[in-house]
């Protein structure tokens, strides 16, 4: 390549873009005009700014997935009191990143105990419902949240769908770091009361169940996946709907 | 369009009011940046983590969209620092081998009319995604989004030369892989845009 055609080269860019002041405009477009091989990269330059400007919009209109503007409106509404670090939702964070954390260390010395196992789910449950709670009246629809779980963990798991019995409402499925990896948690409303459904795959347990940090949590195992069900209290009001969650799950 | 906002927003929920407008179009870029939607959904989740924390950071009188931008790229980096220093430092390397090598192909027969014909989508977001990463950031982030040199540069933490020669060898990339995909009549071949200004 010639100096001058070097030189030409490096304008191309902004002689694409047109950002070019007049007189180098001119300049680079008479160089074209004499040179053919200058010519031909000019075209793929140009060509491919002007393909991409024409078809930018459609390819700025990616769908989003399911819940994303909604997790991220809640993030918003979370930042916008006067005092962040006074917000429900950060104090919950904080206590459930505690909980985490001396439950991590304590899962070095037991992985297998059932009443870590309720604490650290019942610290995701806290986290999960602080900061990703829906907005009001939203639901998810069952098969939309199995195929999400098919999709990203590769797991066969029928998600109970909202029923009237128990008056319980889907809300929610997210991925919740447990142990090493990541598990599915997914979101109820029961009687009006949070209710979380983790499934632990290809693990199996004995019943149990546990009341720790104001939350009841039900341990149970089906078809080689542990579930564990978390409800604010164990009392009545969601006991018919941890019934049809137990007895839908598998 | 999109607002390219050059005053900076009142208020906290005026913010977030903003911020959230650019949802989809950085949802978009991270599906560029990740090509996997469940990255691209954590990123972009992120990101707006981030923004909200530390919107008083946000300098008033400055681009709220750049900003945003910015956000996601440093995140994207940092992720990708962590999964696997080595692959970084490979990355770039080849970045500038290709560099080196790109653009200086054989002579193409250029028509003398050009003729724009819309191309699939498909066929573009394929071609984009084939891209090495460095040169499909700095396109996309000049002519799909329409930044500066100097907002690419600060988005990517590169000198603004090194984003033109990006823009340069990436579009050129882009469009020989257009014009070479076998069943693709599909580019403006374009030997000047150029040619209107004659």
Known sequence: MKPNCRRICDL?????????????????????????????????????????????????????PPGLRTRCQALAAGQSTAYPWLRPSIRFAIAALLILFVGALLSIVTRQSDAL????????????????????????????AQRMLAERFGLDVHVPPSSTEGSVDLLNARRCLYADGRIPHLMYEANGQDMSLFVLEGESRAPAEFTAFGHHTRIWSRGGNTFVLITPKADESVAAAARYVAAEAH | ???????????????????????????????????????????????????????????????????????????????????????????????????????????VDTPERILMRSTLDAD????????????????????VEEFTYAEIAEMLSVPMGTVMSRISRGRRMLFEKLSSAPDAPVLPVAADAAGSRR
């Not at chain 1, 694409?16 to 010519?39: M, Y």
């Not at chain 1, 196992?117 to 939309?144: M, N, Y």
């Not at chain 2, 573009?124 to 002519?143: C, I, K």
């Open chain 1, 12 to 64: 191309l860019t902004q002689y694409a873009d047109g950002t070019l002041p007049d007189a180098q405009q001119g300049e680079v477009q008479r160089h074209l005009d004499a040179c053919p091989p200058c010519r031909v990269i000019a075209g793929k330059e140009c060509g491919a700014r002007q393909l991409l400007r024409a078809s930018a919009d459609r390819l700025r209109a990616e769908p989003l």
């Open chain 2, 124 to 143: 573009l977001q394929a071609a984009l995604d084939e891209l090495p990463d460095a040169f499909r950031q700095a396109v996309w982030l000049r002519d």
């Open chain 2, 1 to 107: 369009m999109f607002g390219r906002s050059s005053s900076a927003p009142s208020n906290a929920e005026d913010f977030s009011a903003e911020a959230l407008q650019f949802l989809e179009p950085l949802f978009a870029t991270a599906m560029r940046l990740t090509r996997n939607r469940a990255d691209a959904e954590d990123l972009v989740q992120d990101t707006f983590v981030k923004a909200f924390r530390h919107s008083g950071q946000f300098k008033r009188g400055t681009n709220l969209r750049a900003w945003l931008y910015t956000i996601l790229h440093n995140t994207w980096r940092n992720r990708r620092r962590d999964a696997s220093r080595d692959a970084v430092e490979v990355d770039s390397e080849q970045v500038e081998q290709a560099a080196a090598g790109a653009g200086g192909g054989e002579p």
């Open chain 1, 117 to 144: 196992l309720a604490a650290q789910l019942t610290a995701d449950h806290v986290k999960c419902f602080g900061l990703f709670r829906p907005a009001e009246g939203t639901s998810l629809d069952a098969a939309q």
